[in-house]
């Protein structure tokens, strides 16, 4: 077998040290590269050598779960774990290195909970857990929230990235409920300071995405006043210095524009021209997430609608940010960066596609120039065949499996930007498991949202709610296959959550279900459960690591 070393060396990665680390005793100081939203750069992906032979691979015989009670592993381990103080997680988590430190940013639904480190009840707000011990996790803060709506979204920059940012500093993006959008000084991770509100008044809040190399930032936002025709869409900023926060514009899909007049709209696809809307439903589906592909790319992914009537769109980001400049696009309107016409949300578009009607676009986020392993032996030119792709997750929202059916991640071909098309999915049904049975939800939520190489483009990790985090490998994007799972037991903190199952509409069960498998850069993946069944840090095993660490007998 190859040196460990000499292997991570080949990656050219620190990161791949850190999954090794624990396993072959070695380590590393280095710290990651500047990917996004850390900086522009876009890892490049190879096939190890000997997975040419990714293709076509036979699935794996996946060991069925054990009972509802019982925890299910498989192809991974647990390393650590905290029990969040039993505070309910939500959409997003973040693993920021602060300086060799590793907190965990873990966002909550909302309600009260009793703070043992205080000795009081407050409003869940962002939970700061300090990771750099992966096997001992300690609970630092709750930073509570004003309101018990929870702060279900959130983003970390560092000073020394941000333009205008303080050096050895930390900032945390994140919103009160429904209310506002917030900045956090998080230097101090025991003790968060409030350092300005974006705005406030919000009826609704959602997802956020900041560039920390140029501190452009993208929140969902929406207020009784601003005249959008939808129930949440797209304020973009200038948060170079989190200080002074500066509002650059307002987005959203042609036909919620306060502009549009919904009355007589028609779909784009039967009525063209400049009051039509795009999608299935009119006004359109209000924005869900985002993901913004940097400067290097030069490109704004956005996803419209959680579960149903959905819509992927991809978005030129300098057009989007500048499109409102009279000098950058003559026929920008006066009132471009509040009250847009459709001419000015169509400037900066660059495609969309109108997902199933069932379907949402609670993720859409991209993985550029994946390999594709069957066409390496063909290529005549000395370039191997690779593909832009994208995920799409469409969330699971009714409990029980009622009434829709469960949701599988969608993977799209977008390397034609103009057609994007969707090529496989990555499934798991609800047998062996009885997942429609075990209450809470089943079907997809989210994945990782920062880039790590050398998963990036190999493994695909999916929360499926009560179905915990599944591990897919990608590498023949035509035929993913599942490689890994954990499911977590409940615990004294798990929430009883109740739906409607085979007639029955007092459906009740404490059911863990997980809302997110986040990850460091060391490899280590994050298990956060929406039932306060607290935080699991897991680390992959067996044909889940192979993925990434396959190699053959002529590695030197």
């Known amino acids: 077998m190859s040196d460990p070393r000499r292997m991570a060396r080949r990656f050219g990665l620190p990161f791949l040290v850190g999954i090794l680390g624990p396993v072959f005793g070695i380590s590393s100081t280095a710290s990651a590269q500047a990917y996004p939203p850390d900086g522009p750069d876009i890892p490049t992906i190879s096939l190890n050598i000997g997975q040419e032979g990714a293709a076509g691979l036979p699935p794996l015989e996946v060991p069925p779960p054990n009972g509802f009670n019982q925890e299910s592993i498989w192809n991974m381990k647990v390393l650590g774990f905290n029990d969040n103080q039993g505070r309910p997680s939500s959409d997003d988590g973040w693993i920021e290195n602060q300086n060799g430190r590793y907190i965990v940013y873990m966002t909550s639904t909302g309600g009260s909970m009793f703070n043992p480190m205080t000795g009081q009840?407050?409003?869940?707000?962002?939970s700061l857990i300090d990771a750099t011990d992966p096997r001992h996790p300690v609970y630092l803060a709750n930073v509570a929230t004003q309101t018990t709506g929870g702060a279900s979204h959130v983003a970390v920059c560092g000073g020394n990235t941000l333009p205008g940012g303080q050096k050895n500093h930390w900032y945390m993006l994140r919103h009160d409920g429904s209310i506002n959008w917030e900045i956090w000084d998080t230097t101090n991770p025991r003790k968060p300071t409030k350092l300005v509100e974006l705005i406030n008044n919000g009826t609704?809040?959602?997802?956020?995405?900041?560039?920390?190399?140029?501190g452009i930032a993208y929140t969902v936002f929406q207020s009784a006043t601003d005249g959008w025709h939808t129930n949440q869409?797209?304020?973009?900023?200038?948060?170079s210095n989190p200080a002074s926060p500066m509002l650059i514009r307002q987005w959203g899909l042609p036909g919620q524009q306060p502009t549009a007049n919904v009355a007589t709209a028609q779909s784009c696809y039967n009525a063209p021209g400049p009051n039509c809307y795009e999608g299935v439903t009119n006004p359109p589906t209000g924005t869900h997430d985002m993901y913004s592909a940097g400067v290097m790319k030069n490109r704004v992914y956005f996803g419209y609608g959680s579960s149903s009537s959905g819509i992927d769109q991809i978005v030129d980001r300098n057009k989007l940010i500048y499109g409102c400049d009279p000098s950058f696009n003559p026929a920008a309107s006066a009132n471009c960066a509040t009250s847009p016409t459709q001419a000015d949300l169509l400037y900066p578009q660059i495609s969309y596609i109108t997902l199933n009607p069932l379907d949402g676009?609670?993720?859409?986020?991209p993985i550029f120039g994946v390999p594709i392993p069957q066409e390496q032996q063909n290529f005549l030119t000395g370039a191997p065949v690779s593909l832009d792709l994208a995920i799409n997750l469409s969330e699971q929202t009714a409990n029980d499996c009622a009434p829709q059916k469960w949701k599988n991640p969608s993977v799209i071909d977008?390397?034609?930007?103009?057609?994007?098309w969707p090529i496989s999915t990555a499934t798991i049904g609800q047998f062996p498991g009885d997942f429609c049975a075990k209450g809470a939800r089943f079907g997809t939520h989210e994945m990782p949202r920062r880039i790590f190489a050398p998963y990036y483009g190999k493994l695909l990790i999916v929360a499926f709610f009560n179905a915990g985090v599944q591990v897919f490998d990608i590498r023949d994007p035509y035929n993913p296959r599942r490689v890994g799972y954990f499911i977590q037991a409940p615990n004294k903190n798990t929430q009883q959550t109740c739906g409607t199952f085979q007639g029955n509409t007092n459906y009740c069960r404490r059911a863990t279900f997980s809302d997110l498998g986040e990850l460091d850069d060391r490899g280590y993946i994050y298990n956060m459960d929406r039932a306060g069944s607290?935080?699991?840090?897991?680390?992959?095993?067996?044909?889940a690591l192979e993925v990434?660490?396959?190699?053959?007998?002529?590695?030197?």
């Not at 607290?534 to 044909?543: E, P, V």
């Open 548 to 556: 990434v660490t396959a190699h053959g007998e002529n590695d030197n």
């Open 204 to 214: 609704a809040t959602h997802h956020a995405w900041w560039e920390c190399d140029t």
């Open 233 to 239: 869409h797209v304020y973009i900023w200038d948060l």
């Open 121 to 126: 009840t407050d409003n869940s707000g962002t």
């Open 361 to 365: 676009g609670h993720t859409f986020i």
């Open 414 to 420: 977008i390397s034609n930007e103009l057609a994007p």
């Open 534 to 543: 607290g935080l699991t840090i897991l680390q992959l095993t067996g044909a």
